[in-house]
């Protein structure tokens, strides 16, 4: 007997707190309203232990084995066959395969939480599908295992983000436990506008080495640039939660200033973010930012003018993204 599930997980922006929450600092993160969509299917056509994967967007038709050994995820696709393997290894053989079907309006590679939203969509689908009624507790330790396979070292406050929806204040303990506190509904969080700015060059796996290395360099520069970071995140969070719109400024200005310190925003992008401050206005990347050419993924914009953003003219390349902060977690499409 086959079994079906379509579940669906939002995209996500890292509002304060990005890099610092690799190494135990607090972020603040929210859910976008992007949103990717997972359909997985036992299929008694296809042998056990094989996958068939559909992603049209990207005119991916392929079949293979979900326990090849992904040792790096290279081509588009990989990382959805990773995630299987992962997210069923556990429930031991099964005598039929899986088809997955993925369509997704989230940008990939670009600091919206692609790949935190695959892995939760691609475990919670498959496992629903296979019987298995996974808590939510559980998505998140596979999908944490799925994010760290590609990108190494990661906080899991973007799986929690797309897991959990809406609005959260996360922490990595000493024992590698994320501490999450989910924020009220209330927070205010329409004075942030965003855009998408281009691809960076380099991979969010590429920019956390690129951070752990300079640390090395040069530890008290990474210390001073984490506590601005951990100081935007707390008055940022006070900010929404007493609905304080001119505080942004001079907080994402601070948060922006540390992230430059880090090595993590290209020159085009912060060509940018100047011309935004010298209107009254501020700018900061979220996510892990890029080194070279002219992209650094997702940018947040604030003005404590809110008729300004209806005047303002994005840099040539910048896509305005009006989607919903907030938005809803992981979500059951079509019951199994």
């Known amino acids: ?14 509002l304060f707190g990005e890099h610092a929450a690799v190494y135990g600092h607090p ?7 992007h949103r990717m969509t997972v359909t997985a299917r036992t299929s008694a056509s296809l042998e056990r232990g094989t996958v068939r994967l559909e992603i049209p967007a990207l005119r991916i038709e392929r079949t293979v084995a979900s326990t090849q050994a992904l040792h790096a995820v290279r081509e588009p696709g990989d990382l959805a066959i990773l995630a299987v393997r992962i997210g069923t290894e ?4 099964h005598p039929i395969g899986l088809h997955l079907r993925i369509e997704s ?9 692609s790949s935190a939203a695959l892995a939760v969509a691609v475990v919670a689908a498959c496992r629903f599908a296979c019987g298995d009624d996974i808590a939510p507790d559980e998505i998140a330790r596979l999908a944490l295992s799925i994010e760290r396979h590609q990108h190494g070292r990661a906080s899991g406050v973007d799986v929690q983000a797309v897991l959990r929806g809406g609005m959260l204040w996360c922490r990595l303990s000493e024992d590698g436990a994320l501490e999450r506190e989910e924020l009220p509904a209330s927070a205010r969080l329409d004075a942030f506008r965003l855009f998408h700015s281009g691809a960076p060059n380099e991979t969010t796996g590429e920019m ?10 040069d530890p008290a520069r990474i210390r001073e640039a984490f506590a601005t970071i951990e100081a935007a995140a707390r008055d940022g969070r006070a900010a929404l939660m007493g609905g304080d719109d001119p505080a942004f400024v001079p907080i994402v200005r601070r948060a922006e200033a540390a992230l430059e310190a880090l090595g993590v925003v290209p020159g085009g992008v912060l060509e940018a973010i100047r011309a935004i401050e010298a209107e009254g206005g501020a700018a900061k990347i979220s996510g892990a930012g890029g080194r070279s050419g002219a ?7 604030v003005h404590p003018d ?7 003219t ?17 979500r059951t499409e079509v019951a199994a």
């Open 314 to 330: 994005p840099p040539a390349g910048w896509m305005a993204h009006n989607v919903r902060l907030g938005a809803e977690g992981l």
């Open 105 to 113: 309006t989230i940008p990939s590679g670009s600091g919206f939480g």
């Open 208 to 217: 956390i080495d690129a951070v752990r290395r300079l640390q090395d360099r």
């Open 90 to 93: 556990d429930l031991g053989p």
């Open 295 to 301: 992209g650094a993924g997702l940018v947040l914009v």
């Open 27 to 33: 972020a603040l993160v929210t859910a976008l309203d």
């Open 1 to 14: 007997m086959s079994g079906e599930a379509t579940v669906s997980a939002p995209g996500k922006t890292i």
């Open 306 to 312: 809110p008729t300004w953003h209806a005047r303002f």
